[in-house]
């Protein structure tokens, strides 16, 4: 390949593959970034170019737009490496690989970012230090039961979520703070315990059951624009979903449709009187394990209590948290009780992520403590739960809420007088 023609065809190419490769990976400044580089190099642009004995380096970076992307600045270069020519040699360049390599800044933080406080919608009465459900389900089967929920309550569930404003969101968005629900919102969190074999099925023709878990939360997600299907699955022992050779399957294709695994421990073992050594097995093992199913860069750092015990003795607590096990370290971001009701806002100063309460999403045996009591009881207080403002990085609440709201690394605090 020539120089000229490496300049107006073999880029264009190189960046055309680049992207179709990676379309699911890239940000929007990415995708800005390499539009840019491709613009500059079709038109001829003789300045940012560095020539060496053996390289030619391009270098641009662009700013990525406010409030819309997870890159802020982005850099990225071309780097075109040719044969050795001698200095006397009438040939021209043969060019032998092009490599595109990109880098990002750390992100800016909100003020630098330039946010207006003033974009958010106030009548939509925001108030993001309402508190949020984590719903907790455990079988999806044919009769309902007080741990299984039928595929048709389930659908249900997420219908009357859906007609009265909660979106589902990942969590470890909840619990990093990261909450972008439309504004007017509320966001909530699906989780299920046990990852048993109706959770997530593949019947003999290859295609998913609609009638488990998942096949019921992809075709909601179908059928409404504006639905994500995430839901954390905490798997407990070997064999997620309890059919073997399916394992990797079925959770590479949860984490590449939005959906998450969790540790659920080894053994579903009764932490009361557990010891230190024996904790960190539990724990660490499992994480091991579900780590070598997952896509290297995907981490399992959320763990759901077994039985929803604590072991009795609160110097061993700190090890739910980090520990080890066969020399690899853990490290959980969340862990998840059983519990009975709505967990407090990430942005309020009772938030602990290492004790998150979660709701029975079910409606038997509750105790008045199930998903459609709180449902109702969050008609009736409508300022007790959390409403989204639209910004992930605007945190905005009632003056009311001045005094247990805590301002967050990177995002600003926006209280505001209620006219209520």
Known sequence: MTASVLDKTGVLIYIKR???????????????????MLFA?????????????????????TEAVPLTSETPHTEASIQVTHSPVPA???EELTYQSITISQTTAPEANATERHVDVAAVD?????????????????NIGPEEAEWTRTPENFRADLELLYEKGYRPIRLSDYVRGHIDTPAGLTPYVITFDDARENNFRYLEDGSID???AVGVLLAFAAEHDDFSPHATF????????????????????LIENGMDIGNHSDGHENYTSIDAAGLQKSIGRQANYLESLTPHDYKVNTFALPFGIRPRDKALHRYLEKGEYDG???ENIAVL????????SPFHKNFDPLTIHRIRASEMNVDDVGIRDWIRYFDEKPEARFISDGFADIISAPASFAEVMVEREGKILNLYESED
């Open 18 to 36: 680049r992207m179709r490769l990676n379309r699911k990976k890239k940000t929007a400044a990415s995708l800005i970034v390499l539009l840019l």
């Open 41 to 61: 190099v079709s038109c001829g642009v003789a300045e940012p170019w560095q020539q060496t004995d053996q390289v030619l380096q391009f270098t641009t970076s």
């Open 88 to 90: 006397d040699s009438t």
């Open 122 to 138: 106030l009548s939509l009465k925001p108030s993001e230090g309402g508190k949020i459900m984590v719903l907790m389900y455990h």
């Open 210 to 212: 609609p009638d488990s």
């Open 234 to 253: 905490f798997v407990n022992g070997r064999v997620p979903f309890r059919v073997e050779g399916e394992e990797e399957k079925k959770v590479s294709f």
């Open 328 to 330: 690899k370290t853990y």
């Open 337 to 344: 009780n059983v519990g009975w009701d709505p967990w407090y």
